[in-house]
């Protein structure tokens, strides 16, 4: 059976186009009725993973807590925008990205004291690890807005819509050994998708004839949809500067950022290494994702 949330977009989306065509009369004097976006990107990406944890022998127990950081370096992307004026004050604002990235991380390791758990116990040594992999990310939104301030040259909209997102993570690692483990490799593909309501606010002001300035910014929570199970939210904001060279073609620039910070809990068991006489060791905890996305965009404007 269909997903309601793919159902919901489509009617959203169907709705918005009709109300577009058929209130075309409302519109203001002089508005334009179509504005469409096409911009170039060029973002670089902080990803990072931090957490804690604890780990017991049944009696005893140990914490832990890590904190983690990769950088992407940049890439050109395309990014599209388009809004549909309704009528005066009402508007259907759509964003798209479509990020991506292939990188390689060299992760250097760490030392965790075993000692708590384990009388005696020397310290355990972390690998450190060669990963290569790729991060895509894809999105778009579509958001109803009304203007609640509205003047010659400022307005200020506020507005609900629907967001579908699409990320993916492949890597594939490689772990040194040490005098207790052997070199280690292992693969993971992971890949969600899915719908969520999310709220929307934008600031349009006109400093001049054929200048605007521009800010936009938008919010989710991932428990609102069905885009992932892990707890966590998504926040974009932007800047764009235009000037129309003619009444119909224009050009802008501005900086795009977004991030999607991502929050579950884990557990497992470890044991001792043969030759060791304790364990297993049951272990727990918390690890948090943030992938944070931001950089220069610059492009071309159409208004009809």
Known sequence: MPRPAPRFAAALLSTAILATFATSAQAQSGEDRFVLRLSAFNPDADLRFSGDGSVTDGSDSATFDFD???KSGRELRPRGSAGFRIS?????VGNYYDYRRDETWNYGGTVLDSGTIIPGGEPIEIPGARI???IAFNLASLNYEYAVV???NFEWGLGLGVTWAELEIRADGESVGTD??????DSVNWKRDGFSPGLHTRLTWKPAERWSVGLEAQYLDTRWGDFLDERGHFERGGLIVEYMVSERVGI???YDWFRLKLSDDYRGTARAPDG????????GGKVTGDLNVHGPMAGVTFRF
């Open 68 to 70: 983690q950081k990769f």
């Open 88 to 92: 005066d004050r009402q508007a259907i």
């Open 132 to 134: 290569d992999g790729r």
């Open 150 to 152: 509205q003047t010659e």
């Open 180 to 185: 207790l483990l052997d070199p280690q490799s």
């Open 252 to 254: 802008h620039a501005g």
């Open 276 to 283: 060791m006489d304790a364990g297993p060791f049951p272990y």
